[in-house]
């Protein structure tokens, strides 16, 4: 190879090198201000202020308060259904049951059987049914029906159907549906057919499928409430004498079909509460937003209802307490009369 050959590429290399270098120099001096600001700050279009340094950590609502139970009575007993299907645990309720526990009353989970439910009713001062995936039957609306009718309460938390997706060696979905949509329509209430959501920084719990609810009427539900939140959300159908108490925030939308609208997400009726959502009682959600005193009312709210039958159902004890027997003896039979004593033949005498 000659030493021209080498030199020559070698010469325009330097030469287009020199030329960039003058350009990007010349274009500084004529225009000093192009530069862009550091850390992308101000950048019309392209930094929404979302994602700006200092909102990398979006704020929470605090987390504080405690569940608070106004009643004046004493004693009283709460009933928690898990006979059909209920999408709950005693760990995830255990702050309820201590503050109930605080405040002087019990709490009881379930009874024997599905078959029991209706005749042990009477027994409670009000109901807590969470997520029944079952359906009630017709003697066991019957029964809820004049359970309230008598002055018990009853509290039913649901959620919408959601698909959930199990996992293990192989991935299957399963469809979840609340199963009592044929007890609380005596009541005027359904649940709705889709989940909400909202996009709105301000009406969600840093997530669009939180979303939050507020009062819409005055009254024991409401008192000390302003902002519920709720993680699995749906909305109620409702008709007759039902009565919102809380409705989704604005601009709140269904998931599915994305429609506005006004959503109620608290109905009552007399002596029955319908909340769509159940995830608000769960240890990790109790203390978001308002949702503590929304739980001390509806705890207190179930507390004013009354036993219609406070000693039905009870079974005899068996081998304890027998000093306070009441029970009726048997009797014991008379002793038969002994009748005449038949007079003896003399016996002859040998000749």
Avoid: C, W
């Avoid at 405690?66 to 709950?88: C, M, P, Y």
């Avoid at 039957?137 to 199990?166: F, H, K, M, W």
């Avoid at 769509?276 to 503590?292: C, L, P």
């Avoid at 406070?310 to 002994?338: L, M, V, Y």
Wanted: no cysteine.
């Amino acid at each position: 190879m000659t030493e021209g050959r080498i030199v020559k590429p070698l010469a325009v290399f330097i030469v287009v090198l020199v030329v960039l270098l003058a350009g990007t120099f010349l274009l500084a001096v004529v225009n000093p201000g192009s530069s862009g600001p550091p850390d992308g700050q101000s950048i019309d279009g392209q930094s929404p202020s979302q994602y700006q340094p200092d909102a990398v950590n979006a704020p929470v609502d605090p987390e504080d308060g405690e569940i608070s139970v106004d009643s004046d009575a004493s004693d009283k007993r709460i009933l928690v259904d898990t006979s059909h299907g209920n999408q709950v645990s005693e760990s995830e309720l255990e702050p309820i049951t201590e503050a109930l526990f605080e405040a002087g009353h019990t709490i009881e989970y379930g009874t024997s059987s599905t078959g029991a439910f209706a005749d042990s009713l009477g027994q409670y001062d009000g109901v807590l049914i969470v997520q029944p995936l079952g359906s009630y039957s017709p003697d066991e609306r019957e029964a809820l029906q004049e359970y309230t009718d008598d002055g018990g309460r009853v509290v039913i938390l649901a959620e919408p159907t959601q698909t959930r997706l199990s996992t293990g060696f192989t991935q299957s979905t399963t469809t979840v549906s609340f199963g009592a949509n044929n007890a609380t329509e005596r009541y005027g209430a359904r649940m709705g057919a889709e989940q909400l959501y909202n996009v709105d920084d301000d009406a969600n719990d840093n997530n669009f499928k939180a979303i939050y609810a507020s009062p819409s009427d005055d009254g024991e539900l409401t008192e000390g409430v302003e902002t519920i939140t709720f993680d699995t959300a749906g909305y109620a159908v409702v008709n007759g004498d039902a009565e919102t108490k809380f409705t989704a925030a604005e601009g709140t939308r269904t998931l599915e079909t994305r429609r506005t609208g006004t959503y109620a997400t608290v109905v009552r009726n007399d002596n029955m509460v319908f909340v769509t959502d159940s995830t608000f009682i769960r240890s990790s959600e109790i203390y978001d937003a308002d949702n503590e005193v929304f739980i001390g009312n509806l705890l207190s709210f179930l507390l004013d209802g009354e036993a219609p039958d406070p000693g039905g159902g009870a079974t005899p004890d068996a081998g304890f307490g027998i000093d306070d027997d009441t029970s009726t003896p048997a009797e014991t039979p008379p002793e038969p009369t002994p009748g005449p004593t038949p007079t003896p033949e003399p016996t002859p005498s040998g000749t």
